[in-house]
């Protein structure tokens, strides 16, 4: 008897989550309120769509998300309808998922799907590309910073600076009045 499809989730900060895949339709985005939530900036609210087909096969549907929806690296165009067969890759945003929907055979042997996630060459949006993100990845850390801009730090410090003089000027001339009477 074949296993309840499901989506698990390969990408790092939220590897090994699974999502089992017992209705007809479920929706994938960023908000608590669809089927699969993902809480990752580079996923819209309402990213893409996996309906079920008369066949017992899901399909893939991208509904018009910022950073778009792939399959197998392919990315799935507005409107368009990609089946989805055991051991694809769907990546919503730059979060990758694996969907298994068989993991017996007809002999009734299990089988495994190994997913090598060291040495795979994960197809992930480059941050650059994606549209609703701004900023670049620092080579000495390899951090995402988002519009990093130097002169409004140092104007920040600079402020910081100042307000803290102004604290330290304040407290001297408080205890000042205080010893001098």
Same mark, same amino acid.
């Given at each position: 008897m074949p296993d309840i499809p499901k989506l698990i989730v390969l990408s790092e900060q939220l590897r090994g989550q699974?999502?089992?895949? @017992?209705?007809?339709?479920? +929706?994938?985005?960023? @908000?608590?309120?669809?089927?699969v939530p993902i809480p990752d900036v580079t996923i819209s609210g309402l990213h893409c @769509?996996?309906?079920l087909m008369?066949?017992? $096969?899901?399909?893939?549907?991208?509904? *018009? $998300? +910022?950073? /778009?929806?792939?399959?197998? #690296?392919?990315?799935i165009k507005g409107g368009d309808?990609? &089946? %989805?067969?055991? /051991?694809?890759i769907l990546q919503v945003g730059s979060i990758e998922m694996l969907y298994d929907c068989d993991s017996s055979r007809?002999? #009734?042997?299990?089988?495994? +799907?190994?997913?090598? %996630?060291?040495? @795979?060459?994960? /197809?992930?949006? &480059?941050? *650059? *590309?994606?549209?609703?993100l701004r900023g670049e990845i620092r080579a000495d $850390? #390899?951090?995402f910073e988002r519009g990093v801009n130097s002169r409004g730090i140092y104007v920040m410090w600079g402020v910081l600076g100042l307000l803290g003089l102004a604290v330290i000027v304040l407290l001297a001339i408080l205890l000042s009045k205080m010893f001098a009477s």
């Open positions: 699974v999502f089992e895949l @017992t209705r007809t339709e479920h +929706t994938i985005g960023r @908000t608590e309120d669809r089927d @769509t996996l309906v008369d066949d017992g $096969s899901y399909v893939a549907q991208d509904e *018009g $998300s +910022t950073n /778009g929806t792939r399959l197998n #690296g392919t990315k309808s990609h &089946p %989805l067969a055991n /051991g694809d007809l002999d #009734g042997s299990a089988t495994q +799907t190994v997913v090598d %996630l060291q040495n @795979t060459d994960s /197809g992930e949006l &480059p941050v *650059g *590309g994606m549209k609703n $850390s #390899g951090r």
